[in-house]
């Protein structure tokens, strides 16, 4: 027995299971960064698509990651794998501090107060603070994952390990969407007021989607650094947080496959179009206006009704 | 002290350009609950239509001010249909939509009148002739003030106690508030909420063409892209007053641009972005809807 | 502890000056029905919500079980055993009537802060748990067909019961309902006297706003008459019905917008 959404999703994992074996090396990059960004996409979806909160500031959550693991592979001289964890729990403990104070404030204040973290971010790494981040320029020559005398070197083992990053991810989204936690977000977002009056904190559930978000985004970013042996500020700046909200929106909020279908939107067809430099960014403003007036709830919109089957019966 | 008048000199004129494009925001706000995410690159858009504009009709070397207020008149006309257009293009069809697709519907709008901009005048720095407005400067022992200066204190001065009155004693005033307030409310009132909204997108729009004439004339140099900065930092000043809120972006506007003034002369310019956030920042936490922003509580 | 569930005390509610609430007390037994009546704007549902935390009134205490709950903020009053309904359907409207209903588990489910990401077997038999409890709840008020519909796209009626079941959910000890009957025919109406009586018998103490007098008079052990904030009237159903008091203030106010 099988629906239709499981087969495509079953036909898609094939392909890109053997994706890496049937194309050239750019197009396996991409593939790979394709990967790490929806799982930043997913996390992003956690706060923005679950808690409905306006959050505009995620690349921030990333770069954290992808220079906690450059600074302590480059200029501490540690293993890719030892920043594993403070590449997850860093981003975690940030999102704790910095959302705190703000998590309180209206949609749209709250949208420019997480702008304003990435910015001042980005002036952080960009004015080499405590000569750590390199300035502008980044960090350069960072290791491969090594383990027991094997290194993970070639772009097809940087492909699989985001493949299971990403599996990973879908399996935490799955579980949140089937837990307390991701109800209490959804009602939070659906309506503030009654999910109060249901006994729903808030706080809790909105710092709780920002922290995981958090973790989950520092672990892509991790790996996003190994991938490009390299980081810099660009790479996580306010446009690329810009880029992970829309992905969310054009794709379906707090939809998987949304989300999925998002980020191959955003990312990987400008990648394609990439001969036709001058005019591609002007076609791509046109097609997000026009995929929220024809679909204003995105591409694939989210559908609730996931309950468990014993509940149906009595549905017609 | 010299420094610091000569800081609030600056200041209050970058401050004022800052309030101007503000108001674009704010105004759009309050009626649509919408963050016109494009408003910025519409402001980068007028100071290149603008330079055309003079270019084309007068020349290079033509400085009168029959030349200034032609080229002001046309600039901001051709923007605010410009804003006209993205209403009813890129918003109107989503007034009914969730809030978020409105929105990326205005970042997307905003890639749009960007790239056009590159497309039209090139992905180069344009340089605006220095003689726009005469090179007279005035100085009170170290303090210096330019010509251009005293225009944009001056002019952004008057449109915005104009704006001012026009809001608060004029009918259409009257019913832009309304609209405000509540839509539906204003609707059975017999206004018509289209008719409003247009007239606010003139408005605004007209505004933010004013500022980026501006730009372009006290600057001189301007790009396809800066829309993105000025556009943040006009937001911010309109957040920081409480959007929605008129004399929120007026009073947003000035104090930003006197604080990074203050930052850039006292401080450093490396960490202005940084001062300006935290600043904001601080003033949401004490004040979650801006300062004169009001708190509406939910009816329930 | 005195045999009251619930003290309102010279509780006073204002909105920019203008006082919504003005002075008002009332003490609610447990295991009763209690009535509140009064013409549209009296300041009803603004007593509901100081009640349940969404606004604190200026004056006054509120005392739950002895203690000031004033100023709680409305999640930990839901934790406390007191929940309600919405005068104007507040639903999850785009998620399924089941979910809706699942919202009232949320403070009865024992997941741990890591079941969010990480399922454990302990979540595995809470969350089963929490369903079963919803589809019992869905089967009490007759909405198992819709077990999968948008709450939204159901009609007034089904959405007030969907607003109970969600309540009644959280196993309240208070349920606070305001005009559970707007909106109802009088079939739908019958049948909610007959759920909110089997509701009482549950053990459940009930304050409920209705405009429908005969409702309410039914099945109120005791009712309290608000007019423009302040109490004019209390008593049982037979004296308040025909204190003059309160048919004045009735025919004085616009009988005709009292169903909206
Ligand atoms: N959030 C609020 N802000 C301002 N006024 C309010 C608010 N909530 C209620 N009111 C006012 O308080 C009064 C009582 O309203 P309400 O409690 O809803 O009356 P009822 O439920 O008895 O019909 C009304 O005049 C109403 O306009
Ligand atoms: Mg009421």
């Known amino acids: 027995m099988m629906n239709k959404t499981s087969m495509i999703a079953l036909v898609l994992l094939l392909i890109s299971g053997v994706y890496p074996f049937f ?3 750019a197009w396996l990059a991409i593939g790979t960064t394709f990967l790490v960004f929806s799982c930043v996409a997913f996390s992003q979806d956690i706060i923005l698509g679950r808690a409905g909160v306006f959050h505009m500031g995620h690349a921030m959550f990333f770069g954290l ?197 998002g980020t191959f939107i955003m990312f990987v067809l400008p990648e394609v179009f990439r001969e036709f430099e001058t005019a591609r960014y002007l076609v791509f403003g046109l097609a997000m206006i026009l995929t929220m007036i024809l679909r204003p709830r995105g591409i694939w919109p989210v559908r609730f009704g996931n309950i468990p089957n014993f509940l149906k019966k009595d549905v017609k | 002290m010299d420094i610091f008048i000569q800081q609030m000199v600056n200041g209050l004129t970058i ?52 030349a200034v207020i032609t080229v002001f008149v046309f600039t901001a006309a051709i923007v605010a249909l410009v804003g006209v257009l993205l209403e ?11 809030r978020l697709s ?5 970042l997307g709008a905003g890639l749009v009148i960007q790239n056009s901009v590159m497309l039209i005048w090139g992905p180069n720095m344009k340089i605006f002739p220095s003689n726009i407005f005469p090179s007279t400067i005035w100085s009170f022992g170290g303090v210096v003030i330019t010509f251009t200066q005293v225009m944009i204190l001056g002019l952004s001065s008057i449109l915005m106690v104009g704006l001012y009155f026009f809001i608060n004693r004029t009918k259409i005033g009257t019913a832009i508030r309304a609209v405000a307030i509540d839509q539906d409310a204003a609707k059975l009132m017999g206004i018509n909420v ?50 929605g809120n008129i004399p929120g972006a007026m009073l947003g506007g000035l104090m930003l641009g006197l604080f990074n003034a203050m930052i850039t002369g006292y401080i450093s310019s490396q960490w202005a972005e940084t001062f300006t956030f935290v600043l904001l920042i601080v003033i949401l936490v004490f004040r979650p809807t801006g300062i004169l922003g009001e708190k509406v509580a939910e009816k329930v | 502890m005195s045999e009251y569930i619930l003290e309102i005390k010279n509780v006073t509610k204002m909105f920019h000056g203008l006082v919504a609430i003005n002075d008002l007390s009332m003490k609610v037994k447990k ?107 869905m089967e009490f008020f007759n909405l198992s067909q819709y077990a999968t519909t948008p709450a939204g796209d159901l009609s007034y009626g089904v959405q007030r019961r969907i607003e109970m079941a969600r309540a009644l959910a959280a196993e309240p000890e208070l349920l606070i309902l305001d005009e559970p009957a707007a909106g109802l025919n009088e079939h739908e109406t019958q049948e909610l006297t007959d759920t909110i009586r089997k509701i009482q018998a549950m053990g459940v103490t009930i304050m409920m706003i209705e405009h429908d007098m005969e409702m309410v008079m039914s099945l109120s052990e005791y009712i309290t008459v608000i007019n423009f904030g302040a109490k004019i009237s209390e008593g049982l159903p037979s004296f308040v019905q025909d204190d003059p008091v309160v048919v004045e203030a009735y025919i004085g106010s616009d009988e005709e917008d009292e169903h909206e």
């Open chain 3, 31 to 137: 295991g009763q029905i209690y009535g509140i009546i009064g013409p549209n704007g009296a300041g009803k549902t603004t007593l509901f919500n100081c009640i349940t935390g969404i606004y604190t009134p200026e004056m006054g205490q509120i005392l739950w079980k002895g203690k000031e709950i004033k100023g709680t903020t409305p999640y930990k009053i839901a934790e406390l055993g007191i929940l309600r309904t919405f005068q104007t359907i507040r639903l999850f409207a785009e998620m399924s009537v089941a979910e809706n209903i699942m919202s009232g588990r949320h403070i009865k489910s024992k997941q741990k802060w890591y079941n969010g990401v990480i399922p454990t077997p302990a979540y595995f038999k809470d969350e089963k748990e929490q369903w079963m409890k919803v589809g019992e709840l």
């Open chain 2, 15 to 66: 401050g004022s350009l800052y309030a101007l494009v503000a108001l674009g925001y704010t105004m759009v706000y309050g009626v649509m609950r919408l963050i016109n995410f494009a408003h910025g690159d519409l402001v980068a858009m007028s100071a290149f239509v603008g330079l055309t504009v003079y270019t084309q009709i007068f020349g290079e070397n033509i400085t009168s001010l029959v």
């Open chain 2, 194 to 243: 289209n008719r409003i909204i247009m007239i606010i997108f003139v408005i605004g729009s007209a505004l933010g063409a004013v500022a980026g004439l501006f730009i372009g004339v006290y600057y001189r140099g301007v790009t396809f892209d800066m829309g993105w900065m000025y556009g943040l930092n006009a937001f911010v000043a309109a957040i920081m007053g409480g959007i």
């Open chain 1, 23 to 25: 194309v050239d090396s």
């Open chain 2, 88 to 98: 009813r293009l890129a918003y109107r069809p989503l007034r009914t939509a969730p």
């Open chain 2, 102 to 106: 409105a929105v990326v519907s205005a």
């Open chain 1, 65 to 261: 990651g992808a220079y906690t693991t450059a600074i302590m592979n480059v200029q501490f001289g540690l293993p890719i794998l030892a920043s594993w964890a403070p590449a997850v729990l860093i981003p975690m403990f940030v999102a704790f501090v910095l959302a705190g104070p703000i998590i309180h404030l209206r949609g749209d204040y709250l949208l420019v107060a997480t702008i304003g973290f990435n910015i001042i971010f980005i002036q952080v790494l960009e004015n080499d603070v405590f000569g750590l981040t390199g300035g502008p320029n980044g960090i350069f020559g960072i290791d491969v994952v090594r383990l027991f005398g094997f290194e993970f070197a070639s772009q097809t083992y940087m492909y699989y390990m985001a493949f299971i990053l990403l599996g990973i991810t879908l399996f935490i989204m799955r579980t949140l969407d089937r837990s307390k936690f991701g109800r209490a977000m959804f009602y939070i977002n659906k309506d503030e007021i009654a999910a109060q009056s249901m006994g729903v904190s808030v706080r809790y559930y909105k710092l709780y989607a920002f922290i995981i978000g958090a973790g989950i985004a520092g672990a892509a970013g991790s790996m996003f650094s190994v991938q490009y042996s390299a980081v810099s500020p660009e790479a996580f700046d306010v446009t690329q947080s810009i880029m992970f909200f829309t992905i969310v929106l054009v794709g379906g909020s707090a939809s998987l496959p949304g989300v999925l279908i």
